[in-house]
């Protein structure tokens, strides 16, 4: 698939837009030319140019980096008409209907934000589009950058590449600064040099090339009254230069994955057109009548004055509403009951003050259909409401169904099953600074919606659960994780602030010191975290070998720097600079941002229907990334302590998951007697590899033995070896072939399990998750082979990820059982830590590789390794 970045002027856009178009008012008075301009831009934009990437860039004020060189820039413009003005926010607001990302950046212009994405996406092989009403942005065209100008109108453009500019001007792109330089431009108040003007600036740039190189030659330029203009000016050419030059290194905080490009959803933008009186627009996103609102003429539904017992049935759907998604602190705003007996909107003072709402809450046997559960249950808990009885999750079902789709609420879920009853939320409440929770009426008719939706649900995925015989996953194994995650959310773990803050100061310490260390390496003082500055220092001041290129200068990505790490001490002092640097803003700062106020604690949200392997993921914070290869980022673990004097923190993690795993799908006698005969299976497969004694294992025999056992499960290539091992590609070509032909059922399994995807179109774990992967017959070698790989790991990665989750079950069942006070904390990849009082241990220690060890029987067997101790970091 070819990668396409569009890159939008935003201000410049909108300016032609507002002066092509006669002033236009929607019926609530709002100036809408502008809007209505820069839409039909955008339409034609998305259509004809089909993007995989898009970002609308905005100028962030007046004043920019530019205005230190020169306090006149941009001083001759008119101040914005207020007409225009009033209308940005809804410009802004259309872009996010539409899912196109937009961005803005203190101190730079817009057209830096593009300079910086289309350099940056060219060298990652894009093909990209500038569109914007300033020339100025031509400066940019390449072989793969074309600059759209619009010219009269809204949609008529010259396309400028180098070939196009060449014929205009007579110049290379790179020119058009010099150009500005000697003849200056009036829109953006750049001085150049006077009375030269766009002739004589071209003809003498054709001759000189560039305004230093015609600095450098003044005596040899014609005419002496030019000549005179020229050496009088020089400093003033040499600045409308720097001033026309756009920085192509602006530090934005955005990247190319940030900004892709997925569609939109037609609800949105027809509720912003909508909103806008853009009437004649909606047939042209395929806008179709409100369904739904049909739907709901026939039906009523009551706001509830009392908790009477035609609400509390046995069975029923219940909505519990927080637009918010941080529910450890939102607020629930209200609740919908939806069953046999009528449909019934419950304002939460009512709910909340009723003993009779909570013991129904409460009552395991009256049963209820909910979406999102786990929210559901955390957030009822943060109001002193028990939620039990949860009998049917439509998220989880869902997520199980289709695990590649993104279920956002209930709206997304019921479209995927054609159930046409319930608006978007984002259509109900908007988005983000626009967002807002409407009266009572409103509110309540969209939360019985949503009641009436999970009622018709239910019955439709559960058909559809039994036909991919998907049931056991989801209600013997899923379902009643949503419940442990939720008690583990809600229970939170305990941060040891001060230490936390004295980690901080301790990294900050280390990083003034590091600095100093590397501007004395260096021999001056310069910005460590500029690539630019950066370059400058290690490859012409020091002269280390250049490695890579970009199209700004040298690259100090990670992987150069890496591999220039012997070459010269500063290189690995900037690599731990950066390590640390990470540590401090990502790790430190962050987790010190989402402690809770009331509990102190860290109260992580678990993503259960994210992955499309199946495992688990955690957010706000994110306690599955805490780097641990680096000491520093171990000891980040010493803040996470147990809540409770006299307590300690166990961890327990199964050994070798994966490959145990793959022994078992795959059968191969080789992995399966070495994990049988409790063998290092790396040393294993370097004497099978390398047809040595074990005694003749080398430690580096060992480690190649390694990386290509894991990459096996991660259907690693021989580019890929050859990457992690410091070795050539036929070195690691040849090498999975000796070990693919010493493991030979692990080769039928791979041949096999991508035979099975290209037949079915998908592939299962050992519980029968399953995960479509339609790319695997693409006719793009890369997407195909992406595919593949994609095909033989995911069996092996999301059978581990079911293994731990059905762990997790029988370690919460054995501790009520056997009455322990100890707790489930938290579940990292293949590793459960729990809080327990110190007498516990001894139990503990048995019972937990016991458990862990018997949740799933394979052909090989589980084995787990556990510590305990004072805090996280100890307990490893």
Not at 74 to 97: C, H, N, V, Y
Not at 104 to 133: C, H, P, Q, R
Not at 729 to 749: H, P, Q
């Amino acid at each position: 698939m070819t990668k396409k970045l569009v890159l939008i002027d935003g201000n410049s856009i909108a300016y032609r837009a507002f002066f092509a178009l006669p002033l236009l008012n929607n019926d609530k008075g709002v100036h809408t030319n502008a809007i209505y301009g820069f839409t039909m831009i955008l339409m034609k934009i998305l259509e004809e140019e089909q993007p995989s990437h898009i970002l609308v860039a905005f100028d962030a004020g007046k004043t920019t980096f530019r205005h230190s060189t020169y306090k006149e820039y941009k001083g001759g413009r008119q101040k914005t008409p207020p007409e225009l003005s009033e209308q940005f926010p809804f410009i802004r607001e259309l872009l996010d209907a539409y899912n196109v990302s937009r961005y803005e950046l203190e101190n730079y212009e817009a057209d830096d934000i593009i300079g910086t994405l289309s350099k940056k996406a060219e060298a990652d092989g894009f093909n990209v589009k500038v569109i914007s009403g300033d020339k100025d942005l031509t400066q940019l065209a390449t072989k793969n950058v074309t600059v759209d100008i619009t010219k009269k109108g809204i949609t008529d453009v010259d396309s400028y590449t180098p070939a196009f500019i060449k014929d205009k001007y007579g110049i290379n792109p790179e020119q058009i600064i010099d150009m500005k330089g000697l003849m200056g431009d009036s829109s953006d108040n750049i001085p150049g040099v006077p009375g030269v003007g766009e002739k004589t600036a071209i003809k003498l740039l054709k001759e000189y090339e560039t305004v230093e190189g015609l600095i450098e030659s003044i005596d040899k330029v014609n005419g002496k009254k030019l000549k005179e203009k020229l050496e009088e000016n020089k400093d003033l050419a040499i600045m409308s230069k720097e001033l026309a030059t756009i920085n192509c290194e602006a530090p934005i905080e955005i990247d190319l994955p940030d900004i892709e490009y997925n569609g939109y959803e037609v609800k949105s933008v027809a509720g912003v057109f909508k909103e806008l009186g853009f009437n004649s627009l909606l047939d042209k996103i395929g806008e179709e009548p409100d369904e739904e609102l049909q739907t709901f003429e026939n039906i009523t539904y009551e706001i509830a004055e009392e908790i009477t017992n035609d609400m509390l049935a046995e069975e029923s759907a219940l909505v519990v509403e927080m637009p918010d998604s941080s529910y450890h602190s939102g607020e629930i705003i209200g609740l919908a009951i939806v069953n046999e007996n009528g449909n019934y909107y419950v304002p939460t003072e009512l709910a909340f003050g009723s003993e009779k709402f909570k013991e129904w809450a409460a009552n395991e046997t009256k049963k209820k259909i909910v979406f999102d559960g786990k929210k559901s249950i955390v957030s009822l808990r943060w109001q002193d409401v028990c939620l039990e009885g949860v009998e049917f999750d439509v998220l989880i079902a869902s997520y199980i169904i289709n695990p590649s789709a993104s279920f956002d609420d209930v709206a997304s879920a019921a479209k995927a099953q054609q159930v046409t009853l319930v608006q978007t939320d984002e259509a109900v409440y908007g988005k983000g600074a626009k967002q807002k929770i409407p009266g009572v009426e409103g509110l309540s008719e969209h939360l019985v919606r949503k009641g009436i939706a999970l009622s018709q649900l239910k019955d439709k995925l559960d058909k559809e659960l039994e036909k991919n015989e998907q049931r056991e996953l989801f209600y013997e194994l899923e379902m009643p994780l949503a419940v442990i995650l939720a008690d583990m959310e809600a229970t939170g773990v305990k941060v040891d602030l001060q230490k936390l803050k004295d980690m901080g100061q301790s990294l900050a310490e280390q990083l003034t010191k590091l600095e100093e260390k590397i501007h004395e390496l260096a021999g001056e003082k310069f910005n460590i975290n500029s690539p630019k500055q950066l370059g400058v220092i290690l490859f012409d001041r020091l002269g280390l070998p250049v490695i890579k290129k970009t199209k700004t200068g040298y690259s100090t990505s990670a992987d150069v720097l890496e591999k220039l790490a012997e070459k010269h001490e500063i290189v690995e002092q900037i690599l731990h600079y950066r390590q640390l640097g990470k540590l401090q803003s990502t790790y430190i700062e962050g987790l010190l941002k989402v402690i809770h106020q009331d509990t102190n604690k860290v109260h992580t949200r678990f993503q259960q229907a994210l992955t499309q392997t199946g495992r688990l993921s955690s957010t706000d914070p994110n306690l599955q990334n805490i780097p641990i290869r680096l000491e520093e980022g171990r000891k980040i673990r010493q803040a996470f302590i147990p809540s409770k004097e006299d307590w300690v923190i166990f961890a327990a993690d199964y050994s070798q998951i994966e490959l145990r795993v793959l022994a078992h799908i795959a059968e191969d006698k080789n992995l399966m007697e070495a994990f049988k005969n409790d063998m290092d299976v790396h040393t294993k497969t370097a004497m099978d590899v390398f047809g040595v004694k074990k005694e003749e294992v080398t430690s580096n025999m060992r480690r190649q033995a390694k990386a290509v056992n894991f990459g096996i499960v991660y259907g690693i290539s021989d580019y890929g070896l050859s990457q992690s091992l410091g070795i050539t590609r036929s070195e690691a070509g040849e090498f999975i072939k000796r070990y693919l032909e010493s493991f030979e059922g692990v080769k039928e399994y791979m041949e096999d399990i991508v035979q099975e995807a290209k037949q079915n179109g998908f592939v299962k774990t050992l519980l029968h998750r399953r995960r479509y992967i339609p790319e695997i017959t693409s006719r793009n070698f890369n997407l195909r082979s992406f595919a593949e790989r994609t095909a033989m790991n995911t069996p092996i990665q999301g059978s581990a990820a079911d293994i731990i989750k059905k762990a997790m079950i029988d370690m919460a069942e054995q501790l009520e059982k056997q009455k322990l006070k100890s707790k489930l904390l938290l579940q990292v990849h293949d590793e459960l830590i729990f809080e327990a009082p110190k007498d516990e241990i001894e139990k503990l220690e048995k019972l937990v590789p016991e458990v862990m060890e018997n949740a799933v029987k394979l052909n090989v067997p589980l084995k787990v390794d556990y510590s305990y101790g004072p805090s996280w970091y100890d307990a490893k």
